[in-house]
């Protein structure tokens, strides 16, 4: 069953919370994770871990350097879960 | 043929640590290299470490541990008949640095080898040390996990430099104590992953050491709870019965990551990163004896302990604190 962009924000709003401590209704599409939420590098690892464990997508090292915003992560875990 | 008589269990008598005297913060490695206290403090966890003089070695420093664990055991050392050290910083290859230890602490003529498992090298020597008592090949066995890490570190990586550094940790293993005869060191569950070798290196003896942090980060906070888990499940000691949780001090981030997975909500959870950097197989007995020094941990109770890092290797035990 595709998820809807909708529901794919609403469960990053979560891992976010979760890994990074940041309030769910902060994580918004157009949000910077490094400069406007104040995520680093080993967050960001966690959160993609986070993310395969509940979006079933696996988010490799070498693509996650270019997911910058959250919309980058919502489109890529669409694609990635359309594609599988 | 006949076969030696073992003993039904092993247990941890006491532990020892040393440190060296040197003091590195973060401040004096940010004039060096291009990085910050708050940066290294969120990142790493590491507010300073400890640097061994350039002619202290890891023997001086695996004598100073395990002097001090021998003397907390009440053994004698005439009463040690192995002794392993774990390390991956030895001064030569040959001769090993066991021996030497050994000699220089009055033990003598014990089994005495070192043991290469990087940062996991003090849980795989427990492991050898519990078995051995267990079977009857020794008695009382002495387990040192001792580096001088800043010896194969490039001064001018910022990505490692800030991280590594030197010290020992040791323990007294020795048979059950009667009446009641009950285990002080559980099953292990111990691991290799040869496939991702290079995460963490030293490739030769012109190298220095390299690790590609955000890959470690990854593994360890995804392949290494089950592992802790397991070690759990064998021992018969659910999670929520243990007092302390004692992973190898690689990372804090990595510790707080395992800690939040494995489900351990009384257990004091090591944190001696903060004081002492990633000191490889002497984080976790220098960790462990620095916690029962300051009265943390309470005698008698469960801990769980699990080292990871280069190779990749992994083991995990739960034991009885002594």
Redesign the interface.
């Known amino acids: 069953m595709a998820m809807t962009e909708e529901e794919i924000l609403a469960g990053l709003g979560e891992i976010v919370d979760e890994v990074a401590g940041v309030p769910a209704d902060q994580v918004t599409p157009e949000k910077t994770f490094i400069d406007d939420l104040d995520i680093?590098?080993?967050s960001m690892?966690?959160i993609?871990?986070a993310a395969q464990d509940k979006f079933g997508v696996e988010i490799p090292?070498d693509q996650l350097k270019d997911l910058k915003t959250v919309q980058d992560v919502v489109d890529y875990v669409r694609r990635s879960a359309v594609s599988a | 043929m006949r076969l030696t008589e073992g003993s039904p269990g092993a247990r941890i008598l006491a532990f020892g640590d040393y440190q060296p005297a040197r003091v590195l913060t973060n401040d004096e490695l940010a004039v060096t290299v291009d990085t910050t206290d708050e940066w290294i403090r969120s990142r790493v966890g590491i507010a300073s470490r400890r640097i061994a003089a350039p002619d202290e070695t890891v023997a001086d420093m695996a004598v100073a541990a395990a002097g001090k664990a021998l003397a907390g055991s009440g053994l004698s050392p005439a009463d040690i008949d192995l002794v392993i050290v774990a390390t991956c910083t030895p001064e030569a290859p040959i001769p090993n640095t066991a021996a030497t230890v050994a000699r220089r602490l009055g033990i003598a003529a014990p089994g005495a080898y070192d043991l290469n498992a990087a940062c996991a090298g003090f849980c795989y020597a427990l492991a050898n040390a519990s078995d051995a008592v267990r079977a009857g090949s020794a008695r009382h066995v002495l387990v040192i996990g001792a580096e001088k890490l800043s010896q194969w570190v490039d001064w001018t990586d910022r990505s490692t430099c800030i991280i590594f550094a030197d010290g020992a940790g040791a323990a007294v293993v020795g048979p059950v104590a009667e009446p009641d005869s009950a285990p002080g060191i559980g099953p292990v569950v111990w691991g290799s992953a040869g496939e991702m070798a290079d995460l963490i290196a030293i490739k030769d003896r012109n190298s220095f050491i390299v690790q590609e942090g955000q890959a470690v980060f990854r593994w360890a906070t995804t392949a290494l709870h089950p592992v802790a888990r397991k070690a759990c499940e064998l021992a018969g000691v659910d999670p929520t019965e243990l007092a302390a949780f004692v992973p190898h001090q690689a990372n804090l981030r990595i510790i707080e990551a395992i800690a939040r997975k494995l489900g351990a909500p009384q257990a004091k959870v090591a944190n001696d990163i903060v004081t002492a950097g990633n000191t490889s197989s002497a984080s976790i007995p220098m960790a462990l004896s620095r916690m029962i020094e300051r009265g943390e941990i309470p005698s008698g109770a469960p801990a769980l302990l699990i080292g990871f890092g280069a190779g990749i290797c992994y083991a995990a035990q739960v034991i009885t604190l002594p």
């Open positions: 680093d590098s080993l690892v966690e993609a871990v090292d």
